[in-house]
C-alpha cells in the first residue's frame, strides 16, 4: 500500500516524505509547486504535479495506486497572509480539504492524517500548556480555517468508513539532521528562519514583532518543535489508524515555551554572529504565548520527541540554511554555464 503526501515538496511535506520512505513505506506526492521545490521530493517518491483540488487528478492519483493514507500538509500558513486575504486561506485550507476528504471516501482509502495547527485555540485566557479539550477560538482567518477542516474531518469520520488524526502543530522549525530537506520558501516568515538568515549576514537583522506581551520579557512566547520529531507524530498517527484507531485531535508540541528574546539569543549564540535587532509593534492576530499539553500525542500515539532542544533545533536550521546558499549558488552557476553554452 502507498502514501499519498499531498503538499510533498514543501517544508514538512518532504520531511515526511523522506521519513516515509526511511520507515520503508511506497509514497505518492502531489504538489502545485506555489512554495515548495521539485527537488525537494525525493526521487524515490512517485510525484504528480497539480493541486488537492483537481478532482480528475485526484482520481487518477488513485486509480494509479494503491492508497490507503493520505498526509495532507498542502495549506497556506502564513497568518499576516490569512488576515489580509482569508477567502484564499478558505479556499486552499478547508475547500480543498473537503474536495480531498470526499475523494478518499469516494475512492474508498480509510485513512487520513491532516496538518492543523495550534492557531485553532488563539489566546488562552492562563498560560499553562494547553490541551486538546481547550475551548478553540481562533485569531485569525488562518487557525479558522484549519479549525473548520477539523470539524468536516469529524462528521466524515462519524458518518463513512473513514478515520483521522488531525495533528495540531505548535512552531515547527529546524531541519532533517541528514541535511536531506529542510525549509527552503521564499520569503518564510519563520522567526527561526529569519534570524538563521541574518546570523548569515543574508538579512540586515531582526525585528521584533511586541515587546509589550504578558510574558517574561515582553515578547511572545511559542513552543518549538524539530520537523523530525513532528514527521515521527505522522508515522505514529499512520500506524494508529492502520492499527483501527479512532478519530484523534492530538498537539504536536513538547510543552516547553520559548521568548523571540530566547529564541534570537539562542541563534547567535550558536551561529556565533551577532545580528541587529529591532523593536516594533505587535503583529496583527499574534497571541502573547502558545505552549502544548502533548500528553495525547504521548499516550494514544506512544510519540517520543528525540529532538527536544533549541539549540539542536537551531544547529540543524543554520546548517540547512548554509546548504540553501550553496544550492543556489550551485542553480546560479548552472544556469550562468546553460546560458554560455546557449550563446556559443
Ligand atoms: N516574530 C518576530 N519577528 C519575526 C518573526 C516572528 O518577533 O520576524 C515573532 C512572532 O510575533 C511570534 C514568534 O516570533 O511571537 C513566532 O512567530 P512565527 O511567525 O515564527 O510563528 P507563528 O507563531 O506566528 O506561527
Redesign the pocket.
Known sequence: MAVLVTGGAGYIGSHMAWALLDAGEDVVVIDRLSTGFRWAVPSAARFYFGDVGNRDLLARIFAENDIDAIMHFAGSIV?PESVAHPLEYYDNNTTNTRLLAAAAIDAGIPHFVFSSTA?VYGEQRDDTPVAETASVQPKNPYGQSKLMAEVMLRDAASAHDFRFVALRYF?VAGADPEGRTGLSTEGA????K?ACEAALGRRSG?????TDYPTLDG????DYIHVSDLVNAHLKALSYLRRGGEALIANCGYGKGYS?LD?LQTVMRVSRQKFEVQYRP??PG?AAS?VANATVARRLLDWTPRHDDLETIVHTALDWEQNLSARKVGDLRALQQRIASAAF
Request: net charge positive.
Open positions: 497568518v492557531a512552531n516568515t519563520h522567526l527561526i529569519i531582526v525585528e521584533i514583532y511586541g515578547t511572545g512566547v511559542r523571540v529564541v505587535r503583529r499574534d502558545v
